[in-house]
């Protein structure tokens, strides 16, 4: 934080007196500018970080007049940037594990050029949540926790090692261990200030997290987003986020809920809403008297769908409703009295049913919340609603429609297949549309009691009305903190949940980042023989295709209360309101809402049920709670001792060769295309997730190394590895690539015309010395913001992407790796330019780079003109670096 003497808005700290205790604080109202009470309330939280760390050099006076000029600049139509200081940063553990990398190689390659390494550390505070390594190997058995808890130390045991080590050796950083449950719910419950006290000096909470749906946090009154992990590695090192000030959309919540709707229902109807309204790059800020309505934790499933609306934050100013989960959360009475009294100096606290605080935003839209009805989204996208009365219909359509989004080109004369197999003994059929996975998995929903309680006493009733849910179907149950499990014992209903075969399988993000694990050969075989389009139904927040499985090519989101409906009902096309779920005991029809429990019957539940105590025994050994963890020995010193024969952590080359002086600007000369993609590819399809497919390159090279198949362990969990994660990069099985014949990680290498591996044509590419770009089409990266979508394609060769239009985090995270992002003009792509991607192009660049500037492409004696599409002059900065973390190590030294 910049020192009094040097931030010219010193004048405005001032004295609070809470609690017989007496506070500093920049008093924003003193600035006495009638501008200020018209901002929204999440760009006054951007104006107080802006005037607190006014130093004239990272952040400038100019910049906080333009973000108190909010309503004039956010509508220059190049865009204004302003820089963000975020404070603090989160991590959870697939993101976070390459960040400590990073640091570790940062702190050699500081010291081989002669610096101090002790100077990498964390400046600004940093949180790591070990979320994401644990799989669902085994279910629908009380044994289930504590098997897959067991095999993840097992597979993970080289990678917790080495953030033990981490959480020892770098300063400033909490590191929570395994089993603790999921990033963005112990953020809400248990990390989250919601105001910070830095020595007495009080200033909102802020944040950056390596996870896109670190927006979640949004719901508690906390300005925050998901960026890449190397622009996160950035704001750890002191650096300012940069961004361009963005548009406000205003939506405005009215109406009441009905009985039969969820808070999931709420989120769907919103991103699909939102969606279509347009929101990519701008803030979303909620208002309006039906706000009053939603629970914080409503709110904070509104706000963890933002990635999937598009937007950058999804946000709820602080209320009564806020302080009131605080307390629920067991937060500190001390504490809370800060929160409050400080927010209500500044004007940043809300009353919903005052439209007299209703700020200006640059539109407004309303939802009644009465037009919503019960839904889920898919078959392959979150955005893709579908109301439950329409799912059969819907379903039915996606069978006969085209290969797309919303289509499967399934012939007619196969839509009434059936397939038997044999399970445990006993003949079962599969057809299209079977659920073969149901899981109540992921931050989305698993934060919210509301529709847990509410899929406990749906099980409850449904166990009761004699139904249960046929042993083949792969059921699962992963709370998103250890609070869940407690409420659902204290209020009776885990004994059905597990009747039901939703026995809790670990705390942590599970199949909804694909770490679902098997499911039955038989089902495998059955469906693979035949091409049936069998589903998974989860309560997560992203379907995108081959991320759940890749045997479940449908996968529909779905609030806990669906999923396990659907499991009951054993397939998704089925109309709940004509057919019955299932049959009693006796024989008899039941049907969906003969069980289904009513709202005020959860409120009641979850009022006596949920309380501060929970919190309390749960976060008091958060740090202490794993006695696996708890026994683990790391390394100690300043500097890793890197182990050659490790499969899990090595160190990364991006720091080979690297000197003191700034690289010379070069141009790329004959690159050949290594994908030609089209639209909407996403971070799912870039990035390695998932399983290691046997026939793959990374399965290759782990199988040198001596490793069984058995022992690959996934993608998520070898992030730590740039050999395993390069390999891995573009290995997605749904990948449509134009220069291969079908979908798959296949390419073409131009020069032998051979279709080989992606991993194998760069690496012919690389020993040709031959540089290699990517052709793309719209929303290029959208999804996870993801750094190795762009470490991956940097160790593969690719020095530009020449796309229609990017997805922000991405095009950012490709900025600071230091590769090109060019867009193609205005109405112009690859078909309409004649580009067959089998060309070889030449991309010139001239000695002085500027934002914004028109490139030239030149492919033989044909060319077109490009967007250089670096945004900002610190994004300049960074690739005149050679990427953000050279330029980082050049600063330190």
Not at 691 to 706: E, H, T, Y
């Amino acid at each position: 934080m910049a020192g009094e003497g040097t931030n010219p808005f010193a004048h405005l700290l001032s004295e609070l007196q809470i609690g017989g205790e007496t506070f500093k604080y920049y008093n924003l109202l003193n600035l006495k500018d009638k501008r200020y009470d018209r901002l929204p309330f999440s760009i006054r939280v951007l104006l107080e970080a802006a005037v607190r760390n006014c130093d004239n050099f990272q952040v400038k006076e100019e910049d906080v007049h333009n973000i108190l000029d909010w309503e004039q600049k956010q509508n220059v139509a190049e865009g204004v940037e302003v820089p963000f200081r975020p404070a603090r940063v989160i991590l959870q553990d697939f993101t976070g594990v390459p960040a400590v990398v990073d640091f570790a190689a940062m702190r050699d390659a500081v010291k081989d050029l002669g610096g101090d390494p002790k100077k990498i550390n964390p400046i600004c505070p940093a949180d790591l949540v070990i979320d994401h390594s644990v799989q669902v190997e085994f279910s629908r058995t009380s044994s289930a926790l504590q098997k897959n808890q067991e095999l993840e130390f097992e597979r993970n045991f080289e990678r917790f090692v080495f953030l033990k080590w981490g959480a020892q050796a770098l300063k400033n950083m909490l590191i929570v261990p395994p089993g603790s449950g999921i990033v963005h719910q112990v953020n809400l419950e248990y990390l989250a200030r919601v105001v910070f006290n830095s020595d007495k000096l009080l200033f909102p909470d802020s944040l950056v997290g390596t996870d896109s749906h670190t927006t979640m946090i949004n719901g508690l009154g906390v300005v925050g987003w998901g960026v890449g992990g190397i622009e996160a590695e950035a704001v750890m090192l002191g650096q300012a986020v940069s961004m361009v000030l963005p548009k406000v959309v205003g939506y405005c919540i009215t109406g009441t809920l009905s009985p039969l709707s969820t808070s999931t229902d709420v989120v769907l109807t919103i991103t699909k809403h939102l969606r279509q309204v347009g929101v990519v790059g701008k803030f979303v800020e909620f208002f309006g008297p039906g706000v009053e309505q939603l629970s914080l934790a409503d709110r904070a499933t509104i706000s963890n769908m933002c990635p999937e609306y598009g937007a950058t934050v999804g946000f709820f100013p602080v209320d009564d409703t806020t302080i009131k989960y605080l307390r629920q959360s067991n937060r500190d009475e001390k504490r809370i009295a800060e929160i409050e009294g400080y927010l209500k100096a500044v004007n940043m606290y809300r009353n919903f049913m005052d439209a007299s605080q209703d700020p200006a935003y640059s539109e407004v839209v309303t939802l009644d919340l009465g037009d919503v009805v019960p839904s889920l989204s898919g078959p392959k996208r979150p955005h893709d609603r579908v109301p439950v009365s329409g799912m059969k219909e819907d379903f039915l359509k996606c069978l006969a429609n085209q290969i797309g989004f919303k289509g499967y080109a399934i012939p007619a004369d196969q839509h009434d297949k059936t397939v038997p197999f044999i399970y445990e003994g006993q003949e079962y059929t599969l057809r299209h549309g079977s659920v073969v996975i149901a899981a109540i998995t992921s931050c989305t929903n698993t934060s919210n009691p509301t529709v847990m309680l509410g899929a406990g006493l749906l099980a409850k009733n449904a166990v009761e009305a004699g139904l249960r849910v046929a042993p083949y179907i792969k059921t699962s149950l992963s709370p998103g903190s250890g609070v869940v499990t407690h409420y659902l014992q204290h209020s009776g209903v885990t004994p059905f949940l597990t009747k039901l075969g939703f026995d809790i399988v670990g705390y942590g993000c599970m199949t909804c980042i694909g770490n679902s694990g098997p499911i039955p050969e038989p089902i495998v075989e059955a469906i693979e023989k035949n091409d049936l389009v069998c589903c998974g139904v989860l309560s997560g927040n992203r379907n995108f295709e081959g991320r759940i499985h890749p045997n479940t090519r449908a996968n529909y989101l779905a609030s806990p209360l669906l999923v396990i409906a659907y499991a009951l009902a054993g397939r998704v096309d089925i109309d709940f309101e004509k057919e019955p779920i299932g049959h009693g005991n006796s024989g008899e029809p039941v049907f969906l809402r003969d069980i289904w429990p009513k709202r005020g019957d959860i409120q009641l539940v979850e009022q006596e049920h949920v309380v501060p105590t929970m919190f309390k025994e749960v976060y008091a050994r958060i740090t202490t709670g794993n006695e696996r963890w708890n026994k683990l020995e790391a390394p100690e010193g300043m500097l890793y001792p890197w182990d050659t024969r490790s499969t899990y952590i090595k160190k990364p080359p991006f720091f080979d060769g690297m000197t003191k002086d700034l690289p010379a600007v070069r141009s790329i000369e004959n690159a050949y295309a290594l994908l030609h993609l089209g639209d909407s590819v996403t971070t799912d399809h870039i990035s390695p997730a998932g399983s290691i497919a046997r026939n793959s390159p990374a399965a290759r090279f782990l199988a040198s190394k001596g490793l069984t198949a058995r022992e690959f362990n996934s993608y998520g969990s070898r992030r730590g590895n740039d050999a395993v994660m390069a390999r891995g990069t573009f290995a997605n099985i749904r990948l449509v690539n134009k220069l291969a014949k079908k979908a798959g990680p296949r390419t073409l290498h131009i020069p032998s015309q051979e279709e080989v591996d992606v991993f194998d044509a760069a690496e012919r590419y690389h020993d040709e010395k031959r540089p290699v770009i990517i052709l793309a089409g719209k929303e290029y990266g959208s999804g996870s913001s993801r750094d190795w979508a762009a470490k991956g394609p940097f160790l593969l060769g690719v020095r530009a992407v020449i796309a229609e239009s990017y997805e922000r985090i991405h095009r950012s995270n490709l900025v600071g790796m230091g590769i090109i992002p060019l867009q193609y003009m205005e109405g112009e792509n690859a078909d309409s330019l004649g580009i067959t991607g089998k060309e070889a192009f030449t991309i010139s660049l001239p000695e002085e780079v500027k934002t914004g500037m028109t490139i030239p492409v030149q492919m033989g004696d044909r060319s077109f003109n490009t967007i250089l599409r670096f945004d900002t002059d610190v994004e300049l900065t960074y690739y005149r670096h050679g990427g953000i973390l050279n330029y980082m190590i050049r600063k330190m030294i």
